[in-house]
């Protein structure tokens, strides 16, 4: 699984991107096929709302992919909804499939 952290309008400090990497590594057990995930942490300064944390996983399956956008007030707190909503998305396709 090949894994690509983005970030727009700012530099992740060493904690952010390890924490990212640490909860992307439970993705494979959800599905053993996933070839390549992509994480793009933005910042949303246009709107001036509280909520101005984006966090969007985009995840490669042979023939299929996955995309999930969350924002918050913390970058955690984005990625977290996003990966949960991912592994949601992930669990329903696959009780389709079978």
Known sequence: MNVN??????????????????????ISTFHDRIIKVDVFLKLDNVVHTIKDKIAEIKVHVPRQQFFVKASSKSFEESFDCALESLVNQIKRKKEKAF
Not at 13 to 22: F, R
Request: aromatic fraction near 10%; avoid cysteine; proline fraction near 0%.
């Open 5 to 26: 952290i983005q970030t727009v309008h700012f530099d992740a400090d060493v904690k952010l991107v390890d924490y990212v990497s640490k909860k992307l590594q439970k």
